[in-house]
C-alpha cells in the first residue's frame, strides 16, 4: 500500500461535511468547524479541523457525517462505476472508506492529511504538503 502522511485508520469525533472540493487541483477537503466560524457559532469546538484528500481520482461520500472513520480498502483493482485504474499508475492511490458508522463512502486518492488547525485547506490548496 502507497505510505500516507496520515496514519491509518483514523477515528475523529465530531461532525464534518464536505466543505470543498477542487477540480483543478484533485483535492477534497472536509472540515469540522469551531465555534468561531460566524455560520457555525453553536460548535463545541474551539479549533475547525481540516481533513484533506488529494490526488482525488474517485469519490462517493456524503456531504454530512456525524463523525468520520477513515480506514484503508486496501485492493484497487476495481471501484464501482469508474474506469479502472492502469496497473502501472496503481501505486499512486490508495483506496479509502469513509464513514460515520453507519452512512459510507469512498475516495480513492493519493493521500490523506489531516489539518487540527482547520486552515490548511484555504491557504494551500494547490500545493498540498504536510508541514
Partial sequence: MRQLWQTLPLHIE??????RYMTS????????HNRR???HGDARFEE??????????AMNTRT????LFIASLGDLTEVDGYPEIPEHLRHLFVH??????????????????VDPVGEF??????????Q
Fill in 37 to 39: 466560524d460566524p455560520v
Fill in 96 to 113: 479509502l472508506t469513509v464513514s460515520d458508522g453507519t452512512n459510507e463512502g469512498f475516495v480513492v486518492c493519493s493521500n490523506v492529511l
Fill in 14 to 19: 465530531r461532525p464534518f461535511h464536505q466543505w
Fill in 48 to 57: 475547525s479541523i481540516d481533513v484533506v484528500f488529494s490526488g482525488v481520482y
Fill in 121 to 130: 485547506g484555504l491557504r494551500y490548496p494547490g500545493r498540498f504538503r504536510p
Fill in 64 to 67: 454530512h457525517y456525524r463523525e
Fill in 25 to 32: 487541483h484533485r483535492t477534497l477537503i472536509m472540515r469540522s
